[in-house]
Antibody
Framework: QLQLRESGPGLVKPSETLSLTCTVSGGSISSSSYCWGWIRQPPGKGPEWIGSIYYSGSSYYNPSLKSRVTISVDTSKNQFSLKVRFVTAADTAVYYC????????????WGQGTLVTVSS | QSALTQPPSASGSPGQSVTISCTGTSSDVGAYNFVSWYQQHPGKAPKLMIFEVTKRPSGVPDRFSGSKSGNTASLTVSGLQAEDEADYYCSSYAGGNNFVFGGGTKLTVL
Protein backbone atom coordinates (compact mmCIF):
# COMPACT_ATOMS: atom_id res chain seq x y z
CA GLN A 1 0.00 0.00 0.00
CA LEU A 2 1.40 3.37 -1.00
CA GLN A 3 2.54 5.61 1.84
CA LEU A 4 3.87 9.16 2.07
CA ARG A 5 6.24 10.41 4.75
CA GLU A 6 7.47 13.94 5.32
CA SER A 7 10.92 14.71 6.68
CA GLY A 8 12.84 17.85 7.52
CA PRO A 9 13.65 20.33 10.30
CA GLY A 10 10.93 21.09 12.82
CA LEU A 11 12.28 24.54 13.61
CA VAL A 12 13.22 27.27 11.15
CA LYS A 13 14.38 30.81 11.91
CA PRO A 14 12.51 33.83 10.51
CA SER A 15 13.70 34.99 7.06
CA GLU A 16 15.31 31.60 6.36
CA THR A 17 14.18 28.80 4.03
CA LEU A 18 11.90 25.94 5.08
CA SER A 19 12.84 22.68 3.33
CA LEU A 20 10.86 19.44 3.47
CA THR A 21 11.04 16.17 1.57
CA CYS A 22 8.30 13.63 0.97
CA THR A 23 9.30 10.01 0.40
CA VAL A 24 6.86 7.82 -1.48
CA SER A 25 6.97 4.12 -0.57
CA GLY A 26 4.97 1.13 -1.75
CA GLY A 27 4.54 2.53 -5.26
CA SER A 28 6.12 4.67 -7.95
CA ILE A 29 6.00 8.44 -8.10
CA SER A 30 6.30 8.16 -11.89
CA SER A 31 2.64 7.66 -12.65
CA SER A 32 0.58 9.75 -15.04
CA SER A 33 -2.48 8.99 -12.94
CA TYR A 34 -1.35 11.13 -10.05
CA CYS A 35 0.04 14.51 -9.12
CA TRP A 36 2.02 15.13 -5.92
CA GLY A 37 1.32 18.07 -3.65
CA TRP A 38 1.98 19.95 -0.44
CA ILE A 39 -0.70 21.18 1.95
CA ARG A 40 -0.23 23.01 5.24
CA GLN A 41 -2.49 23.50 8.22
CA PRO A 42 -1.76 26.26 10.75
CA PRO A 43 -2.63 25.32 14.35
CA GLY A 44 -6.39 25.43 14.85
CA LYS A 45 -7.12 26.39 11.25
CA GLY A 46 -8.16 24.78 7.99
CA PRO A 47 -5.73 23.37 5.44
CA GLU A 48 -4.14 25.51 2.74
CA TRP A 49 -3.07 24.19 -0.66
CA ILE A 50 0.56 25.10 -1.36
CA GLY A 51 1.15 23.54 -4.76
CA SER A 52 1.78 20.38 -6.73
CA ILE A 53 4.10 18.71 -9.21
CA TYR A 54 3.91 15.95 -11.81
CA TYR A 55 6.66 13.36 -12.15
CA SER A 56 7.63 15.13 -15.38
CA GLY A 57 8.58 18.17 -13.31
CA SER A 58 5.67 20.46 -14.23
CA SER A 59 4.72 22.39 -11.10
CA TYR A 60 1.81 24.59 -10.05
CA TYR A 61 1.50 26.90 -7.07
CA ASN A 62 -1.09 28.67 -4.94
CA PRO A 63 -0.99 32.26 -6.28
CA SER A 64 -0.73 33.62 -2.73
CA LEU A 65 2.50 31.67 -2.11
CA LYS A 66 3.94 31.43 -5.60
CA SER A 67 6.68 34.06 -5.10
CA ARG A 68 8.22 32.15 -2.15
CA VAL A 69 7.62 28.48 -2.98
CA THR A 70 9.42 25.88 -5.08
CA ILE A 71 8.39 22.24 -5.45
CA SER A 72 10.73 19.77 -7.11
CA VAL A 73 10.73 16.03 -7.83
CA ASP A 74 13.44 13.36 -7.85
CA THR A 75 12.06 10.27 -9.55
CA SER A 76 15.28 8.29 -8.94
CA LYS A 77 14.68 8.58 -5.20
CA ASN A 78 10.86 8.45 -5.39
CA GLN A 79 10.76 11.79 -3.58
CA PHE A 80 9.42 15.28 -4.02
CA SER A 81 10.40 18.36 -2.06
CA LEU A 82 9.17 21.74 -0.86
CA LYS A 83 11.05 24.96 -0.25
CA VAL A 84 9.47 28.05 1.26
CA ARG A 85 11.73 31.10 1.31
CA PHE A 86 11.73 34.09 3.68
CA VAL A 87 9.56 32.41 6.28
CA THR A 88 7.73 34.26 9.06
CA ALA A 89 5.71 33.12 12.05
CA ALA A 90 2.69 32.93 9.74
CA ASP A 91 4.33 29.95 8.04
CA THR A 92 4.17 27.91 11.24
CA ALA A 93 1.97 24.92 10.44
CA VAL A 94 1.71 21.17 10.08
CA TYR A 95 2.94 20.44 6.58
CA TYR A 96 1.48 17.47 4.72
CA CYS A 97 2.58 15.89 1.49
CA UNK A 98 -0.25 14.36 -0.49
CA UNK A 99 -1.28 12.55 -3.63
CA UNK A 100 -3.88 13.93 -6.00
CA UNK A 101 -5.72 11.59 -8.33
CA UNK A 102 -5.90 13.12 -11.80
CA UNK A 103 -9.25 11.94 -13.07
CA UNK A 104 -11.18 12.96 -9.98
CA UNK A 105 -9.04 15.96 -8.95
CA UNK A 106 -9.14 14.47 -5.46
CA UNK A 107 -6.46 14.49 -2.78
CA UNK A 108 -6.94 10.89 -1.78
CA UNK A 109 -3.84 10.18 0.28
CA TRP A 110 -2.02 12.28 2.89
CA GLY A 111 1.23 11.82 4.74
CA GLN A 112 1.20 11.86 8.53
CA GLY A 113 2.25 15.53 8.59
CA THR A 114 5.16 17.30 10.22
CA LEU A 115 5.00 20.39 12.41
CA VAL A 116 7.28 23.21 11.34
CA THR A 117 7.67 26.11 13.74
CA VAL A 118 9.15 29.42 12.64
CA SER A 119 10.87 31.04 15.58
CA SER A 120 14.20 32.57 16.51
CA GLN B 1 -8.52 32.51 -3.81
CA SER B 2 -10.42 32.69 -0.52
CA ALA B 3 -11.18 29.85 1.83
CA LEU B 4 -14.52 28.13 1.58
CA THR B 5 -17.00 29.06 4.33
CA GLN B 6 -18.09 26.43 6.83
CA PRO B 7 -19.96 26.81 10.13
CA PRO B 8 -17.46 26.51 12.99
CA SER B 9 -19.52 23.93 14.83
CA ALA B 10 -22.33 21.41 14.46
CA SER B 11 -23.80 18.87 16.83
CA GLY B 12 -26.31 16.08 17.12
CA SER B 13 -27.30 13.21 19.37
CA PRO B 14 -26.45 9.59 18.56
CA GLY B 15 -28.70 8.29 15.81
CA GLN B 16 -29.62 11.73 14.55
CA SER B 17 -28.56 13.35 11.28
CA VAL B 18 -26.49 16.48 10.87
CA THR B 19 -25.65 18.49 7.77
CA ILE B 20 -22.56 20.67 7.33
CA SER B 21 -22.52 23.35 4.65
CA CYS B 22 -19.60 24.61 2.57
CA THR B 23 -20.03 27.82 0.61
CA GLY B 24 -17.70 28.89 -2.15
CA THR B 25 -17.99 30.89 -5.32
CA SER B 26 -18.75 30.45 -9.00
CA SER B 27 -14.98 29.98 -9.52
CA ASP B 28 -14.64 26.92 -7.31
CA VAL B 29 -17.60 25.01 -5.81
CA GLY B 30 -20.02 26.38 -8.39
CA ALA B 31 -17.71 25.74 -11.32
CA TYR B 32 -16.61 22.16 -10.76
CA ASN B 33 -18.02 18.90 -9.47
CA PHE B 34 -14.74 18.29 -7.67
CA VAL B 35 -15.80 18.85 -4.07
CA SER B 36 -14.30 16.64 -1.38
CA TRP B 37 -14.92 16.23 2.33
CA TYR B 38 -12.34 15.17 4.91
CA GLN B 39 -12.63 13.93 8.48
CA GLN B 40 -9.83 14.80 10.87
CA HIS B 41 -9.39 13.47 14.37
CA PRO B 42 -7.03 15.33 16.74
CA GLY B 43 -3.40 14.90 15.84
CA LYS B 44 -4.21 12.85 12.75
CA ALA B 45 -4.05 13.51 9.03
CA PRO B 46 -7.31 14.24 7.22
CA LYS B 47 -9.18 11.23 5.85
CA LEU B 48 -11.11 11.40 2.59
CA MET B 49 -14.84 10.79 3.17
CA ILE B 50 -16.50 12.14 0.00
CA PHE B 51 -15.11 13.02 -3.44
CA GLU B 52 -16.63 14.38 -6.64
CA VAL B 53 -19.47 15.85 -4.55
CA THR B 54 -21.33 12.60 -3.87
CA LYS B 55 -18.95 9.62 -4.13
CA ARG B 56 -17.67 7.61 -1.16
CA PRO B 57 -14.26 5.91 -1.17
CA SER B 58 -14.19 2.23 -0.35
CA GLY B 59 -14.56 1.67 3.39
CA VAL B 60 -16.46 4.88 4.18
CA PRO B 61 -19.86 4.09 5.71
CA ASP B 62 -22.93 4.97 3.66
CA ARG B 63 -24.05 7.11 6.61
CA PHE B 64 -21.91 9.79 4.98
CA SER B 65 -23.36 11.51 1.93
CA GLY B 66 -22.64 14.64 -0.09
CA SER B 67 -24.55 17.02 -2.30
CA LYS B 68 -24.20 20.38 -4.02
CA SER B 69 -26.46 23.20 -5.09
CA GLY B 70 -24.98 26.20 -6.84
CA ASN B 71 -22.01 27.50 -4.88
CA THR B 72 -22.80 25.50 -1.75
CA ALA B 73 -21.86 21.90 -1.03
CA SER B 74 -23.12 19.88 1.92
CA LEU B 75 -22.07 16.85 3.92
CA THR B 76 -24.75 14.87 5.75
CA VAL B 77 -23.92 12.37 8.46
CA SER B 78 -26.86 10.11 9.25
CA GLY B 79 -27.23 7.82 12.25
CA LEU B 80 -24.60 9.74 14.20
CA GLN B 81 -22.13 7.64 16.14
CA ALA B 82 -19.63 8.63 18.82
CA GLU B 83 -16.70 7.99 16.48
CA ASP B 84 -18.05 10.58 14.03
CA GLU B 85 -16.99 13.32 16.45
CA ALA B 86 -14.17 15.10 14.60
CA ASP B 87 -13.33 18.14 12.50
CA TYR B 88 -14.68 18.13 8.95
CA TYR B 89 -13.19 20.11 6.08
CA CYS B 90 -14.49 20.66 2.58
CA SER B 91 -12.28 21.23 -0.43
CA SER B 92 -12.92 22.26 -4.01
CA TYR B 93 -10.89 22.37 -7.20
CA ALA B 94 -10.44 26.02 -8.14
CA GLY B 95 -8.91 25.72 -11.60
CA GLY B 96 -5.30 26.04 -12.67
CA ASN B 97 -4.25 23.01 -10.65
CA ASN B 98 -5.22 24.81 -7.45
CA PHE B 99 -7.48 23.83 -4.60
CA VAL B 100 -9.23 25.70 -1.83
CA PHE B 101 -10.24 24.36 1.58
CA GLY B 102 -12.84 25.34 4.12
CA GLY B 103 -12.05 26.60 7.60
CA GLY B 104 -13.48 23.46 9.18
CA THR B 105 -16.49 22.41 11.24
CA LYS B 106 -16.17 20.75 14.63
CA LEU B 107 -18.82 18.04 14.86
CA THR B 108 -19.86 17.15 18.41
CA VAL B 109 -21.88 14.05 19.19
CA LEU B 110 -23.91 14.95 22.26
Amino acid sequence: QLQLRESGPGLVKPSETLSLTCTVSGGSISSSSYCWGWIRQPPGKGPEWIGSIYYSGSSYYNPSLKSRVTISVDTSKNQFSLKVRFVTAADTAVYYCARREEDTATVDLWGQGTLVTVSS
Amino acid sequence: QSALTQPPSASGSPGQSVTISCTGTSSDVGAYNFVSWYQQHPGKAPKLMIFEVTKRPSGVPDRFSGSKSGNTASLTVSGLQAEDEADYYCSSYAGGNNFVFGGGTKLTVL
